[in-house]
């Protein structure tokens, strides 16, 4: 699904990710650990394409497509998929508006409606989006988008930051159908068959770990000064770090 | 009125002089005496400025070509819809409204607008307690060369009454040469609501000089929607609304756009003449070249009275905005607060659309569309497509 290979990338001359190689196939779901301002972030960002993150060296393949110089819209409709953090607001675009453009290239006429009720949205459909969102607010605009965009490697940037105990539940639960599909037991297929059925991938950081309770994480790593180490489960990274902080990855990395 | 409101409503020094000689006020019209026999193009222009000449969802109409009024009807019997030189006959001489809330000598165009032939323009009038759900239309249209079109609006709302009128303004082709004065008298009555809704669809010749001055009492409330996204030489305007009753209110919306050859200057004033008034003014300007000075100003002088004033404008491509927010409290206690800004589309709201798959143009296109966000206008569904229609087209020109 998404192959990076060695990749380097500054900000403004600053080296922010110093050969990164990582593999993450169909299906699968990486966790991403790392401590503030280890490129956690950049990382994301130059996966979708910003244009701030300049890549300096290596290589980004995305289902075959060699996409490390590739506009932002052409990875988004070849299938990746981010939730911002801090998105902008944008005065007089309804967020009914947007959601409908996410599924556009899809060619689907979506009930934006039905599924903006998924994520208890549907009062916000008129308002401009962004616009004076809470933390939560936020979360859900962008998993509404991605459930409209249906994208095939999902990357979200700590999803229960802002989050509130309740909204949590609400966000680990379409984080994991936005992964798995529906968990629904189907008469036609086995849980099993189910389960190999998952194509979606997903690249997902974050801080606290709350999110493991509600996705099957496959493996996770730790990000430190640009550089990917201690590969593991990710919840032994998570109870490591909780003990031990990231002193150990550093030692790691010599 | 204050006397800082007095001088600032004298035209501003840096629009250009010029020779009202060239135009011809009478004789030289085209003299069209049937809307029907005009050509598909024209009525397509016209469309484009919201006049429906099938006469669709519209309570009555006043069409006028030129110098001369050529449609003058209403559906609704209580709406009155009378040519102003046939107001002016019947009704004396109109001495409660005609020149009373805009003043003769109020500059060069009022003292040449009162000087030159009268050429037409409306009286409208709703009767005491009728709420016409239908918009009234009229039009004003220049098609003969050089012409100069000397018109007086007179639109009276009575007690309780409600009317929305849509005037579209518009010259037959865009290279032709024209000078449009038209001075504009709203009257809204103890609880009457008038939204006046004007779009503009002027040429790169043409010289716009409204007047425009409203007075609304008592708990009566004035909206304006003004849209000009075509090319024009220059307008100038200042259209003022004094809320002289408890509880009025006044809300303008403008959406602006000047390509290159433009020179739009146009601003409201709203004076919060009574406890207890609010008034709200907006502006979305988008220059692609041309010049545009975006303008407001309110003035408080009773409490409590509360006034907002948002002027934003985008720069695409080479134009200028200067943007003049002004804000005048004569009273303590008095709420007034202003938000402006002039700049570019922020390059993090295009990376947002288009990691969602939007390419560049769309992306921008969409940002673009918000920000004129016309749809706060509430206007008629057809009339809303129509504009949207226009500022795509005009796209084409921003990026």
Same mark, same amino acid.
């Given at each position: 699904?998404?192959?990076?290979?060695?990749?380097r990338?500054?900000?403004?001359?600053?080296?922010?990710?110093?050969?990164?190689?990582?593999?993450?196939?169909?299906?699968?779901?990486?966790?991403l650990?790392g401590?503030?301002?280890?490129?956690?972030?950049?990382?994301?960002?130059?996966?979708?394409?910003?244009?701030?993150?300049?890549?300096?060296?290596?290589k980004?393949?995305?289902?075959?497509?060699?996409?490390?110089?590739?506009?932002?819209?052409?990875?988004?409709?070849?299938?990746i998929?981010?939730s911002?953090?801090?998105?902008?607001?944008i005065?007089?675009?309804?967020?009914?508006h947007?959601?409908?453009?996410?599924?556009?290239?899809r060619?689907?006429?979506?009930d934006?409606?039905a599924?903006?009720?998924?994520?208890?949205?549907?009062q916000?459909?008129?308002?401009d989006?962004?616009?004076?969102?809470?933390g939560?607010?936020?979360?859900?605009?962008?998993?509404?988008q991605?459930?409209?965009?249906?994208?095939?490697?999902?990357?979200?940037?700590?999803?229960?930051?802002? /989050?509130?105990?309740?909204?949590?539940?609400?966000?680990?639960?379409t984080?994991?159908?936005?992964?798995?599909?529906s968990q629904?037991?189907?008469?036609?297929?086995?849980m099993?068959?189910?389960?190999?059925d998952?194509?979606?991938?997903?690249?997902?950081?974050?801080?606290?770990?709350?999110?493991l309770?509600?996705?099957?994480? %496959?493996?996770?790593?730790?990000?430190? +000064?640009?550089?990917?180490?201690?590969?593991a489960?990710?919840?032994?990274?998570?109870?490591?770090?909780?003990?031990?902080?990231y002193?150990?990855?550093?030692?790691?990395?010599? | 009125?204050?006397?800082?409101?007095?001088?600032?409503?004298?035209?501003?020094?840096?629009?250009?002089?010029?020779?009202?000689?060239?135009?011809? @006020?009478?004789?030289?019209?085209?003299g069209?005496?049937?809307?029907?026999?005009?050509s598909?193009?024209?009525?397509?222009?016209?469309?484009?400025?919201?006049? %429906?000449l099938?006469?669709?969802?519209?309570?009555g109409s006043?069409?006028? /070509?030129?110098?001369?009024?050529?449609?003058?009807?209403?559906?609704?019997?209580?709406?009155?819809?009378?040519?102003?030189t046939?107001?002016?006959?019947?009704?004396?001489?109109?001495?409660?409204?005609?020149?009373n809330?805009?003043?003769?000598d109020q500059?060069?165009?009022t003292?040449?607008?009162?000087?030159?032939v009268?050429?037409?323009?409306? @009286?409208?009038?709703?009767?005491?307690?009728?709420k016409?759900?239908?918009?009234?239309?009229?039009?004003?249209?220049i098609?003969?060369?050089?012409?100069?079109?000397?018109v007086? +609006?007179?639109?009276?709302?009575?007690?309780?009454?409600?009317?929305?009128?849509?005037?579209?303004?518009?010259?037959?082709?865009?290279?032709q040469?024209?000078?449009?004065l038209g001075?504009?008298?709203?009257?809204?009555?103890?609880?009457?609501?008038?939204t006046?809704?004007?779009?503009?669809?002027?040429?790169?010749?043409?010289?716009?000089?409204?007047?425009?001055?409203?007075?609304?009492e008592?708990?009566?409330?004035?909206?304006?929607?003004? /849209?000009l996204?075509?090319?024009?030489?220059?307008?100038q305007?200042?259209?003022?609304?004094?809320?002289?009753?408890?509880?009025?209110?006044?809300?303008?919306?403008?959406?602006?756009?000047?390509?290159?050859?433009s020179?739009?200057?146009?601003?409201?004033?709203?004076?919060?003449?009574?406890?207890?008034?609010?008034g709200?003014?907006?502006?979305?300007?988008i220059?692609?070249?041309?010049?545009?000075?975006?303008?407001?100003?309110?003035?408080?002088?009773h409490?409590?009275?509360?006034?907002?004033?948002?002027?934003?404008?985008?720069?695409?491509?080479?134009?200028?905005?200067?943007?003049?927010?002004?804000?005048?409290?004569?009273?303590?206690?008095?709420?007034?607060?202003?938000?402006?800004?002039?700049g570019?589309?922020a390059?993090?709201?295009?990376?947002?659309?288009?990691?969602?798959?939007?390419?560049?143009?769309?992306?921008?296109?969409?940002?673009?569309?918000?920000?004129? +966000?016309?749809?706060?206008?509430?206007?008629?569904?057809?009339?809303?497509?129509?504009i949207?229609?226009?500022?795509?087209?005009?796209?084409?020109?921003?990026?």
């Amino acid at each position: 699904m998404l192959l990076i290979e060695d990749l380097r990338v500054s900000i403004d001359g600053r080296e922010v990710l110093q050969g990164v190689s990582l593999e993450i196939k169909e299906g699968e779901t990486f966790i991403l650990f790392g401590p503030n301002g280890s490129g956690k972030t950049s990382l994301l960002m130059t996966l979708m394409g910003f244009a701030n993150y300049t890549v300096t060296g290596g290589k980004i393949t995305f289902r075959g497509h060699d996409i490390t110089h590739a506009p932002i819209y052409e990875r988004a409709r070849l299938g990746i998929g981010m939730s911002f953090q801090r998105p902008p607001t944008i005065h007089g675009l309804k967020t009914r508006h947007l959601v409908s453009m996410c599924a556009h290239h899809r060619d689907q006429n979506v009930d934006v409606e039905a599924m903006a009720r998924k994520v208890n949205f549907d009062q916000f459909l008129d308002r401009d989006i962004n616009s004076g969102f809470s933390g939560g607010e936020i979360k859900r605009s962008e998993l509404l988008q991605l459930m409209a965009q249906k994208p095939s490697l999902l990357l979200f940037d700590e999803p229960e930051s802002g /989050v509130d105990l309740e909204n949590m539940a609400l966000i680990g639960n379409t984080v994991r159908e936005l992964l798995n599909g529906s968990q629904e037991p189907k008469p036609d297929k086995s849980m099993k068959e189910l389960r190999a059925d998952r194509t979606t991938s997903g690249l997902i950081i974050t801080h606290t770990g709350y999110i493991l309770d509600y996705i099957h994480a %496959d493996r996770g790593q730790v990000l430190h +000064n640009g550089v990917l180490c201690c590969e593991a489960n990710p919840r032994v990274i998570l109870e490591h770090i909780g003990k031990f902080g990231y002193k150990e990855c550093v030692r790691c990395l010599n | 009125m204050s006397e800082l409101a007095d001088k600032a409503q004298s035209p501003p020094p840096a629009l250009p002089k010029f020779d009202a000689s060239k135009y011809a @006020f009478s004789g030289k019209a085209a003299g069209i005496a049937d809307i029907r026999s005009l050509s598909t193009e024209d009525k397509e222009r016209l469309l484009m400025s919201g006049v %429906d000449l099938d006469l669709v969802g519209r309570s009555g109409s006043y069409l006028q /070509v030129d110098d001369k009024s050529v449609h003058c009807d209403t559906c609704d019997p209580n709406v009155e819809i009378l040519d102003i030189t046939e107001a002016l006959r019947r009704y004396d001489g109109l001495p409660d409204y005609f020149w009373n809330a805009v003043k003769r000598d109020q500059d060069d165009f009022t003292r040449m607008a009162d000087q030159e032939v009268l050429q037409g323009g409306y @009286f409208m009038r709703v009767k005491a307690g009728m709420k016409i759900t239908e918009p009234v239309q009229s039009c004003l249209f220049i098609k003969g060369e050089a012409v100069a079109q000397n018109v007086h +609006n007179i639109i009276v709302v009575e007690e309780d009454a409600e009317l929305h009128v849509i005037t579209g303004c518009a010259t037959a082709h865009n290279e032709q040469s024209a000078l449009h004065l038209g001075i504009s008298e709203f009257y809204v009555k103890k609880g009457g609501k008038l939204t006046f809704t004007m779009i503009h669809n002027w040429g790169e010749k043409v010289m716009v000089r409204p007047r425009t001055v409203g007075i609304v009492e008592e708990d009566g409330e004035f909206q304006s929607n003004y /849209v000009l996204l075509k090319p024009v030489e220059s307008v100038q305007s200042y259209p003022s609304i004094h809320l002289n009753g408890p509880r009025a209110v006044a809300r303008f919306n403008s959406v602006i756009v000047a390509p290159t050859g433009s020179l739009v200057d146009t601003g409201n004033r709203i004076f919060l003449n009574a406890p207890e008034t609010r008034g709200e003014i907006i502006s979305r300007t988008i220059t692609t070249g041309g010049k545009i000075i975006a303008r407001g100003h309110i003035i408080g002088s009773h409490v409590p009275a509360k006034g907002h004033l948002e002027c934003k404008g985008l720069i695409l491509g080479n134009g200028i905005i200067h943007a003049i927010p002004e804000l005048e409290g004569t009273v303590s206690g008095v709420e007034l607060s202003h938000e402006a800004a002039v700049g570019k589309i922020a390059q993090e709201e295009i990376e947002y659309l288009m990691a969602r798959g939007l390419d560049e143009d769309e992306a921008t296109s969409t940002i673009v569309r918000g920000f004129l +966000n016309v749809e706060i206008m509430g206007l008629p569904e057809k009339l809303r497509q129509t504009i949207d229609k226009t500022i795509q087209e005009s796209e084409k020109d921003m990026f």
